[in-house]
């Protein structure tokens, strides 16, 4: 299945924990490169996140984005009770009254003063294993959410890609139809003008120039090339894995027998053939950097 390296896909679900939210991004890259942000308490995860990314996709540039946020609710809907750390604020009493007796009318310090000490309320202990869980399962979930995307669009640009094919299949056909006749015309203008000059040159050179010039202009190694460099593009399109690289090494391979084709052209018709071809060739090269 062909593959675009351009998609999208953003899920989210609450926890026990409190809330998550994956967003993946991916463009067209010449290699495979994650790029991870992760909340504080999870920066530990990196490592397994990308190896779970690099899993699932092979080339191109992945942004993702895990935010998390607690719930402001427990489970029975009530307000979550506040904890002190009783031990701290103990500490602080005691330091406050060796304060207090240093200073001149010291000002007497509040409950609220105490609770903006850091620390001081300690926050519900969250479960950090179920929470990696929950966030690694939703990671699954995007990521083959984000492979739908691509799939969907790699079918799109492998109809493109088919499409061109099919073009260039009949611009050869033209050229196969069209080249006994050129070469016959191209023959006789040849015979003519050397006619001309027959009597100060051998005839027997003057035959073998002819057919050396003939030889020269016969393309069919060219379109043979060209017709098996398209239907290995057709096979490569069928196979179950990353085929960017190889389509674009086909392109460079085609690129390279239109521009034969067009170098060794005597008449009009194949050189107008030669850069359909080209123009073809290259539509589908930009259609190709997408392809994973």
């Known amino acids: 299945m062909i593959y675009s390296m351009t998609a999208f896909s953003r899920q989210e679900g609450d926890t026990e924990n409190g809330h998550l939210v994956w967003e993946l991004r991916s463009v067209n890259h010449r290699f495979s490169e994650v790029s991870l942000r992760l909340p504080e308490e999870l920066r530990f995860l990196e490592p397994k996140i990308r190896e779970q990314v690099a899993k699932r996709i092979k080339r191109g540039k992945i942004d993702a984005t895990l935010r998390f946020q607690t719930t402001g609710q427990s489970a029975d809907n009530e307000l979550p009770s506040l904890e002190i750390d009783r031990a701290l604020v103990e500490k602080l009493a005691h330091v ?22 850091p620390g001081v309320l300690k926050a519900p202990e969250k479960n950090t294993q179920q929470l990696v869980a929950d966030a690694q399962a939703l990671l699954e979930t995007a990521l083959a959410d984000l492979l739908d995307s691509r799939a969907r669009e790699g079918e799109k640009l492998k109809a493109v890609i088919e499409a061109r094919c099919a073009a260039i299949d009949a611009q050869m056909k033209t050229v196969t139809e069209r080249l006994p006749g050129i070469l016959r015309a191209t023959r006789e203008r040849l015979e003519k003008r050397l006619a001309e000059i027959q009597g100060e040159l051998d005839p027997a050179r003057l035959e073998q120039e002819v057919v050396l010039l003939l030889n020269k202009a016969d393309v069919d190694e060219e379109i043979e090339r060209l017709k098996a460099h398209v239907d290995e593009v057709r096979r490569v399109l069928t ?20 521009n034969t084709l067009g170098s060794k052209s005597v008449h009009t018709d194949t050189t107008a053939v ?13 259609q190709i950097q997408n392809i994973e």
């Open 274 to 286: 030669s850069v359909e071809l080209k123009v073809l060739i290259e539509q589908m090269r930009e």
């Open 96 to 117: 406050t009254r060796e304060i207090d007796q240093l200073l001149y009318n010291a000002a007497p310090i509040n409950a609220l003063e105490v609770l903006q000490w």
């Open 239 to 258: 196979q179950d894995e990353p085929v960017g690289r190889r389509l674009d090494f086909l392109m460079q391979e085609l690129n390279r027998e239109a």
